[in-house]
């Protein structure tokens, strides 16, 4: 039953061609012999930053004239790590992930490490194996850069750092947002008269959309709110509309509103004057940084070298690339996007959805 | 081969449930027998249509590769299977898995126990979790499917509370042994699942207590009668699904060598779907193991297949739920031309 003499490519081809599923497929596997294949495994499709964040990868290996697939875990660790190893027999010239686990990762790896394939890892670093070059975002200082961003505008309102604070924090799970969390939390246990009201969301649109509503009864002049993603955060603002708390900043009765992430959608709230400010990543340079270096120095057996990274089609344009337990790794310093700023064609929630005309579903 | 080959029907419990006889060697006969084994038939044209797409899907190392993805999921597939062949469901074994490989990992790390004796109280742990599962659904008289919903909640938020969100790794490598070790290139992990699937065929179709199994989820009543101590069957049928959920989850955590604080999560659907695209009753009494076999093998070409072919990721998971409809819709056309529910 199983055929261990790989077919010629003249038997392939000449099957595929009646294979009625090729036409489902789009394209066969057919490929030409000296045609790099870069795969991206994917954690989820679920949210537009990692729709972004796929996207990103394509036209960055496509624009190499490489061949491109995607496979998507749906945050299910163990799918992943079966995917990677399917993908593996396929002879990938080299692979790029966003790991749902940074841990559990590394066994992978270490195999594609063991055939000299080298792995570009962006948006959640992995915790060990020999990683050519990991782009990611340092979700701890975002957390502290959301707060601080909060704090500032409690001071601009009272004179002093008080009021009462919503964290609609995501799933624990997943190492993103616990750290986002974790931030915060440790940033506003410096303001003893900040009241903080951490309350579980799971990342969900439609609790956040509850436990925002329910807040806002019990605590009627509640100052700021924040939520560690955009797409989810919609049922924030349904809450505070519903609440008649959706008012411009400047406005009476305006609840501070900052977010992580930098998706259109907060962009587009901060072009209208609703929200404040947003902390941003940015999935585009994850994608196009990793492809970038694994083809100037990985696929020419190279290490990444360390040192200083700059690139002005960035809005961030400085970084650092150093050594991380895993390898190289530029961690992109969090910014804040507000309204002094959020035209910047840079802007990576600009790029996708007016260069790129990625809408939302 | 006869048809029955692999099947047992609980005649005297199921009367009118008897597959239909007819002369051998008639074309009916024959259609009954391809009807039969119509998962393997259906797994069969999987892998010929994955096998054009990329002819890398019949290599060796795919093979290799597919058994041992299909490890997990068969043995938690025959998990499943014992509940449903009682006519009773378990929510819960996804999530006892995870569990109970994190309880056995963490008495190695933290407590310094033998990494033997960490796996034996892993297992253990599952075993006591199917065993309480048992006696609930029988002796309190819980609905098994909102009783194992319940439990399964409890476990995967008692998962989360040990590893407080964390990953365990940096298992030791003897741990981890059964998951990476490979003999002449071919993993040994699977010989886990054979040595189930052996046990599981011996079981049903060799012994007292696979006969049991059967007539208690024929016809409970009738099997009481017939002096089948019927909860007590129920009560082995949950133990046993929780001992090879222990197995399973070890397995599973030295193969990623890692335990997530949402380990296991993704298999209870798919440890469902498995066993029933097999052949097994929803309703209890009715399957074989071969076809469980078959189902596991199934859905593991859909899943390995679907990651090496190239298919623009957002229509993956579509092309996936319609490659299972279709091995269920197979399935129906079988039960219904044999009335073989």
Not at chain 1, 16 to 42: E, H, I, M, R, W
Not at chain 2, 12 to 17: E, S
């Amino acid at each position: 039953m199983i055929d261990r003499h790989p077919l010629s490519r003249r038997h392939f081809l000449g099957a595929g061609a009646v294979a009625t599923a090729a036409a489902l497929a789009g394209k066969t596997s057919a490929f030409a012999a000296d045609q790099k294949f870069v795969p991206y495994s994917n954690k989820s499709l679920d949210y537009y930053f990692f729709v972004a964040q796929e996207e990103a990868v394509k036209r960055a290996v496509e624009a190499k004239g490489w061949r491109f697939q995607a496979v998507n875990a749906n945050f299910d660790n163990t799918t992943q790590l079966q995917q990677w190893e399917s993908i593996l027999l396929n002879g990938p010239s080299a692979i790029i992930s966003d790991p749902i686990d940074s841990q559990a990762i590394v066994s992978v790896i270490k195999k594609y490490g063991a055939k000299k394939i080298p792995v570009g890892i962006i948006d959640t670093p992995a915790t060990g194996g020999n990683v050519a070059i990991t782009v990611d975002f340092d979700n701890y200082a975002g957390g502290v850069m959301a707060a601080e961003a909060i704090v500032d505008r409690l001071k601009k309102k009272y004179g002093s750092p008080k009021g009462t604070v919503l964290n609609c924090y995501g799933a624990l799970q997943s190492v993103a947002w616990r750290l986002r969390k974790e931030g915060m939390d440790a940033t506003f246990k410096k303001y003893p008269d900040i009241k903080l009201l951490d309350r579980p969301t799971e990342g969900e649109l439609k609790t956040m959309l509850s436990v925002t509503a329910a807040t806002l009864s019990e605590f009627p002049d509640l100052d700021a709110v924040h939520a560690p993603s955009d797409t989810p955060s919609r049922g924030i603002v349904t809450a505070l509309q519903q609440k008649g708390k959706w008012k411009k900043v400047g406005e009476a009765g305006h609840v501070i509103f900052i977010n992580i992430d930098g998706e259109p959608i907060a962009l587009q709230w901060i072009k209208d004057g609703y929200m404040d400010g947003v902390v941003s990543q940015d999935p585009v340079a994850y994608g196009q940084i990793t492809v970038d270096m694994i083809a100037k120095y990985s696929m020419n057996g190279q290490p990444v070298p360390l040192g200083p990274y700059e690139n002005k089609n960035y809005f961030w344009e400085k970084g650092e690339i150093k050594q991380s337990e895993s390898g190289p790794s530029l961690v992109i310093p969090p910014f804040l996007i507000d309204a002094s700023n959020v035209d910047d064609k840079r802007m990576w929630g600009n790029v996708t959805f007016n260069d790129w005309g990625l809408k939302y579903k | 081969m006869t048809i029955q080959s692999d099947r047992f029907t609980a005649a005297p419990a199921l009367p009118d449930k008897a597959v239909l006889s007819v002369p051998k060697r008639s074309l009916a006969y024959r259609v009954q027998g391809v009807l039969q084994h119509v998962v393997w038939i259906w797994l069969a044209g999987l892998i010929v249509i994955f096998g054009l797409l990329n002819p890398f899907f019949l290599s060796t190392p795919n093979l290799q590769n597919i058994l041992v993805q299909a490890t997990v999921l068969g043995l938690l597939g025959l998990a499943q299977s014992l509940v449903l062949l009682v006519g009773e469901i378990d929510l819960s074994i996804a999530a006892a898995t995870g569990i109970s490989s994190a309880l056995g990992a963490l008495a190695i790390q933290r407590l310094g126990l033998p990494v033997a004796f960490g796996v034996a109280l892993g297992i253990g742990v599952a075993t006591l979790i199917g065993f309480i599962n048992g006696l609930c659904v029988t002796k309190l008289k819980m609905v098994s499917l909102i009783e194992s919903l319940g439990m399964m909640i409890t476990l995967q938020g008692g998962l989360l509370a040990i590893t407080q969100g964390n990953t365990l790794t940096d298992l030791p490598d003897s741990y981890n042994w059964i998951g990476q070790a490979t003999v002449g290139g071919w993993p040994v992990m699977p010989l886990v699942l054979l040595l189930g699937f052996l046990a599981m065929g011996f079981t049903l179709r060799r012994t007292i207590l696979g006969r049991s199994l059967y007539a208690t989820g024929g016809n409970a009543a009738a099997a009481l009668v017939a002096g089948i101590r019927v909860q007590r069957i129920k009560i082995i049928a949950f133990t046993l699904s929780g001992f090879i959920c222990g197995v399973a989850g070890y397995l599973l955590a030295a193969w990623q060598m890692a335990i997530t604080s949402n380990q296991g999560d993704g298999f209870l659907l798919y440890a469902i779907a498995a066993p029933i695209i097999g052949g097994v009753s929803v309703f209890g009494g009715r399957g074989g193991t071969l076809g469980i076999l078959g189902g596991v093998l199934l859905l593991t070409v859909i899943h390995v297949g679907l990651a090496i072919v190239y298919v623009p990721s957002f229509y993956v998971t579509m092309i996936g739920g319609v490659l299972i409809f279709i091995a269920v819709a197979v399935d129906a056309l079988r039960v219904n031309v044999l009335g073989d529910g």
